[in-house]
């Protein structure tokens, strides 16, 4: 890592942040990779998984379920890929069990290629470096507004705010 350089006249009063090692801190969160998969907390891609399966056939004769996944390392190195025009990824397997009525079928399938952050913080798409930002989520609920219209009359408006979907405003007009 390289020495940072202070040219202010004021001390900094706390270390600021290494925000980098915070992005890719939340990334290994998500993934999990090197957590073996019977220790696997329920956050990120697995809690993903288990919030999905299992899926149900409409007569409820045949059951999908979700059993473990596994990232394998990426073919490439990040500098590689880089220099390739690549995607710096990892293939993405998940092992499901099928369930009917003939008896229990377990079987690893390949879901695809899963982008991976290089040590930057970084990821490498068709050989070009992207990052990510985050945004602002706001908490789902209903929002009250009032305003005051150009007439002088009262307009009130809510906002329904899902926990995943579009959301739902509504104004009322002067009438």
């Known amino acids: 890592m390289l020495k940072r350089e202070y040219f202010g006249t004021i001390e900094e009063v706390i270390e600021p942040p290494n925000l980098i090692e915070v992005q890719s801190k939340s990334y290994e969160d998500f993934l999990q990779k090197d957590v073996s998969p019977s ?26 379920g979700f059993v473990s ?40 399938v390949y879901m ?18 992207r990052v990510i930002v ?3 989520h706001r908490s789902p609920g209903i929002c009250f507004e ?5 007439n002088g009359k009262i307009l009130h408006s809510f906002r329904i705010i899902p926990d995943r979907g579009s959301w739902l405003e509504v104004q009322f007009d002067t009438n």
Not at 49 to 64: A, G, M, N, R
Not at 89 to 104: E, I
Not at 112 to 118: H, K, N, Q
């Open 69 to 108: 996944y596994d990232i394998e390392d990426s073919k490439a190195s990040a500098l590689d890929a880089l220099r390739s025009g690549e995607t710096f990824s990892a293939a993405l397997y998940v092992t499901f069990n099928l369930k009917d009525d003939t008896g229990t079928k377990k079987e690893r």
């Open 146 to 150: 009032k305003s005051v219209h150009l």
């Open 39 to 64: 220790k696997r907390m329920e956050t990120g891609l697995q809690a993903v998984f288990q919030e999905v399966f299992p899926i149900k056939s409409y007569d409820e004769t045949i059951e999908l």
């Open 134 to 136: 985050s945004q602002l």
């Open 112 to 129: 695809g290629e899963l982008p991976m952050m290089t040590r930057r913080g970084t990821f490498v798409i068709n050989g070009a470096e």
